[in-house]
């Protein structure tokens, strides 16, 4: 804020220093509503949680320290966990990179010049908006029900699950459909990047004789590079924090067979069916390390693929 | 009402009502600054949470303002959800101190809520000049609700788990309806009868075994309990493996349809839903489940290959008093209007069960429908039933979750029977402590 609104640079630097002190103490005084919020919603409960992992709490009963049993107990006693772990990398493998995949290809088709793209535009971002609805999940847990419009169609080429959600081997691919289905906030994304490329590259690299599969795999790839980094850790994080639709598709209590026992609905149940908070807080911290472990490779791994503009290799 | 008009009351209040008004106004000043508006209006008001559907609580509302209409100056606040969701929301609102004036309770939950001091003790309430008239308490209610010796709950209804089953089908397929005088081996040939006739579009049941009702009507049938006073389990690992051998034959032979049907049919029922002819629950459920099928359901015990029914009579509902509430003697009054106020016996039917009390039961004389199947049930299922086991533990419901979870994985052939006693073992020590 304060480097934005800086006054030219005509005036001596030693004139400007209090100056812009003061400006950045009155920027600190307009963000206090937000770091009051910041700390008291997210800091204070964030640690209150980190401190409770390490005790029995259940609500009602003073916590009593536990030191580590609780995460001994996750990692080498309690089958719900790994199974949950288990449903939870299924999910993220498949889900993250078919969205991703998606998101880019109908973004890529809208970005060509033709009547109608803002509709379009519009109707394929409508499902990121109704998407996480309680409403449109119990819809499509009907549709992939036994007997279901899906269930006739997959029938009729010889695909009989007798039913998505009664099946154990099908119900968390309606899971990943259903998320994959609002493939709309990573597809404004994608085409915001794509939209900043330059012209003058395709222009060039036709020139050369590429062909539209070599301009893709040349010029918008790596161009929209840190785009799709961004995308990633994104989707990627948003996974592995999956409920809602995992929830509504097997109506809370993760089924068939544990199939759609994903690790948030595991965490949800100890905590307001069990009342076990410090077990609960336990596996979410465990959550958020793995989470931010992950998250640290992609950054480590993301300087041999994702390429800044301006950047010099 | 000799003394000066007075504008908040049309009674002049006794010494309990002034204390608890001043108990109430701290309270009152917090709540009226977080905007409730528990204490506008001028005059008192309950607060009463329950869970269920919509149609009970058309019946509970009605109560409500004939309680309201008998008490002038007093206003009940209600609010149901359905069972789960009230369980979150009590225990989230114990735990903050936020528990409304009277709460529904289930026998599940009596030690949960009751050992953390959230329950008023009632029986200072309970006696002949007192609020809570328990004299007429119907018998097998005696002990529902005591946490040794304090009462924690009074019952608001009694039922008992119970074969629901689809009389008409059962005869169309020339199918024997199972019964107290049918052997489990019986009732699996005669459930796959249904399948066979259906094409498979009905099972003759719904799997009894996927929570552990099924499995505690078993273990009662041989003399046996699913928890021991402390909160163990009260059976050996052989008693779970004969019972799960048993539930595999059932399902191989046809008569519980395909594993999918339960999960297909949610939120509903595969009875509700027309994919099963029978189900093995609640009785006071009656109504429900025959206003989902669209026809009339019967109602019969389950079979047994010792002669012994294995179900009790249970307290289907209870209504507790919360310990922090500034009007426990109008809180008591209230729940001593529900259990024995006979014209609340006449609305409720037999939606939360049968009534508690011998005020009310002679009014289910007049019971009609459903209400009525339920009522004669009852009646000649009394001498029949065992005795009522001992409350569940705290994680007793977890553990539930657990063994069904673990019999769906069975169910769905994931694992065998072998492993699936070892993982429900092995979990109940974590999970019972």
């Known amino acids: 804020m304060a480097a934005t609104t800086a006054p030219p640079a005509s005036r001596t630097p030693g004139k400007d220093a209090p100056r812009r002190r003061r400006r950045g103490n009155a920027a600190y005084v307009f963000l206090t509503p937000w770091m009051i919020g910041a700390a008291v919603l997210t800091v204070i409960p ?10 029995d709490y259940n609500l009602f009963d003073a916590p009593h320290w536990l030191g580590l049993q609780n995460y001994r107990r996750l990692l080498f006693d309690d089958p719900q966990f790994r199974e949950s772990v288990w449903v939870t990398l299924k999910y993220v493998v498949v889900s993250t990179p078919v969205k991703l995949v998606l998101a880019l290809a109908v973004a890529l088709l809208l970005n060509t010049r033709r009547r109608g793209r803002n509709f379009y535009r519009a109707a394929f971002y409508m ?19 036994s007997g279901s419009v899906i269930d006739q169609l997959t029938s009729a080429f010889g695909l009989h699950t007798g039913g998505w959600v009664g099946n154990p081997d099908w119900a968390l691919m309606v899971v990943v459909a259903l998320s994959v289905w609002q493939f709309g906030a990573p597809m404004v994304i994608f085409l915001a990047g794509l939209q900043q490329i330059p012209p003058d590259l395709y222009e060039a690299a036709s020139m050369d004789g590429a062909g539209p599969w070599r301009r893709f795999r040349s010029v918008t790839v790596p161009m929209l590079s840190p785009v799709i980094f961004f995308n990633l850790v994104l989707e990627m994080i948003h996974a592995f924090q999956v409920f809602n639709s995992a929830f509504i598709v097997s109506n809370g209590n993760g089924g068939p067979a544990g199939s759609t026992f994903v690790y948030s609905m595991y965490v949800y149940e100890l905590g307001f069916t069990d009342y076990r908070m410090g077990y609960a807080s336990a596996m979410t911290w465990i959550l958020v390390v793995v989470v931010g472990v992950i998250t640290g490779v992609l950054f480590k ?6 390429h800044y503009s301006g950047e010099v290799k | 009402m000799g003394g000066p008009p007075r504008p908040t009351s049309e009674r002049p209040p006794n010494r309990r009502a002034v204390l608890s008004a001043l108990a109430a106004a701290p309270a009152a000043a917090l709540l009226a600054g977080c905007g409730s508006d528990s204490t506008s209006g001028g005059g008192r008001t309950l607060t009463y949470n329950y869970w269920g559907a919509s149609d009970r609580a058309l019946l509970v509302e009605k109560a409500v303002r004939l309680f309201e209409k ?4 007093t206003t009940v606040k209600t609010s149901f959800s359905d069972f789960g969701s009230y369980w979150q929301k009590m225990m989230t609102a114990a735990a903050g101190g936020n528990t409304p004036d009277v709460l529904e309770m289930d026998y599940a939950y009596i030690h949960a809520l009751g050992d953390h001091g959230v329950l008023a003790d009632l029986n200072p309430y309970v006696g002949a000049d007192k609020q809570i008239d328990l004299s007429t308490l119907r018998p097998q209610l005696r002990a ?6 304090k009462r924690y709950a009074v019952p608001v209804a009694l039922n008992s788990l119970a074969v629901m089953y689809d009389a008409k089908l059962y005869k169309e397929a020339g199918a024997v309806p199972p019964s107290l005088s049918m052997s489990y081996e019986q009732c699996i040939h005669e459930t796959a009868k249904i399948s066979r006739y259906t094409r498979g579009k009905q099972a003759g049941m719904t799997d009894p075994a996927v929570n552990y009702q ?3 009507i078993w273990l009662q049938q041989h003399g046996k309990a699913l928890f021991t006073a402390s909160g163990k389990l009260a059976f050996e690992p ?3 493996r004969t019972y799960l051998t048993l539930m595999q034959k059932w399902r191989e032979s046809g008569g519980l349809g395909p594993a999918s049907v339960i999960n297909d049919t949610l939120p509903g029922t595969p009875v509700g839903a027309n994919r099963a002819a029978a189900v093995i629950t609640w009785d006071n459920q009656l109504a429900g489940f025959a206003g989902q099928r669209g026809s009339a359901l019967s109602l019969s015990l389950p079979p047994t290959d010792t002669g012994v029914s294995g179900v009790y009579p249970k307290a289907s509902m209870l209504m507790s008093i919360s310990a922090n509430s500034p009007r426990r003697a109008l809180a008591a009054t209230f729940v001593n209007f529900m259990i024995n106020d006979p014209r609340v016996g006449r609305i409720l039917g037999s939606n939360l069960g049968m009534p508690p009390t011998d005020g009310q039961l002679p009014y289910s004389r007049t019971f009609k429908g459903t209400d009525a199947v339920v009522r004669d049930f009852e009646a000649s299922i009394a001498s029949k039933q065992v005795r009522t086991p001992v409350a569940p533990p705290q994680a007793g419901g977890e553990f539930n979750t657990y063994y069904g979870r673990v019999y769906e994985k069975l169910s769905y052939r994931r694992i065998g029977i072998d492993e699936a006693v070892k993982e429900i073992f092995q979990q109940a020590e974590v999970i019972l402590g």
């Open chain 2, 144 to 149: 529902s609700g005591m946490v040794g010796a």
């Open chain 2, 238 to 240: 052989e008693d779970l």
């Open chain 1, 46 to 55: 964030m640690l209150v949680s980190l401190y409770l992992s390490f005790t």
């Open chain 2, 214 to 216: 099924g499995l505690e």
């Open chain 2, 70 to 73: 008998l008490h002038p100056g």
């Open chain 1, 127 to 145: 499902p990121s908006l109704i998407g996480a609805s309680v409403g449109a999940a119990i819809v499509w847990r009907i549709l992939f029900s």
């Open chain 1, 301 to 306: 791994t993301s300087g041999r693929w994702v």
